[in-house]
């Protein structure tokens, strides 16, 4: 015990390096993300997150989201509790049988405007889940989507990339969204 003790304090930590992307970089993505949901909603965006059976991974990288690097709250990008409250729902994960009717249940309780994002490869088309017989397949099988990011799992860049495309298209197209 006393060798695994001080072989502790002698060797460096064992931890990953911070992510390669530039500060500024990050700054000027969250303004244009928070700027074009102002411009479409006239107030910050609401995300309410839903895990339709996913690993996790991209639930830890959505998640980063909230941390101290990237911090995306200090933008007016904010994750809520309730879909009532939400405007996008970024669904993770292939959509589980046990799943499917407590989604549309979060789609229905969602007010308008909403916009659905599919969040990895298996919120896009089951991923390697696909074919389970627990799965019934990608979201768009159950809901209608409006994107897909894809990634296994999606960094938190491309989720703000991913998310700030899907207001930019829904400003260019000045369309009511579904609902």
């Not at 002698?10 to 970089?25: G, H, I, N, V």
């Not at 789609?107 to 919120?123: E, F, I, M």
Request: charged fraction near 25%.
């Amino acid at each position: 015990m006393r060798k695994h003790l001080f072989e502790g304090l002698t060797r460096l930590p064992l931890t990953e390096r911070p992510p390669k992307a530039s500060q500024t970089a990050i700054d000027e993505l969250a303004r244009g993300l928070d700027g074009a949901a102002r411009k479409r909603l006239g107030r910050s965006l609401s995300i309410r997150a839903v895990d339709a059976g996913s690993c996790n991974g991209c639930e830890l990288e959505m998640h980063a989201l909230n941390n101290a690097f990237y911090d995306v709250e200090r933008f007016g990008i904010r994750f809520v509790a309730s879909p009532r409250h939400a405007d996008v729902l970024l669904v993770t994960g292939p959509v589980t049988k046990n799943m499917r009717e407590a989604l549309k249940w979060t789609y229905d309780a969602t007010p308008n405007p909403k916009w659905v994002v599919a969040l990895g490869d298996c919120g896009r088309n089951g991923g390697c889940f696909a074919g389970s017989y627990a799965v019934v397949g990608g979201v768009s099988e159950v809901l209608p989507v409006d994107l897909h990011i894809p990634g296994c799992p999606p960094s938190p860049i491309e989720i703000l990339k991913g998310l700030l495309a899907l207001l930019e298209r829904v400003n260019a197209k000045t369309a009511a969204p579904r609902g």
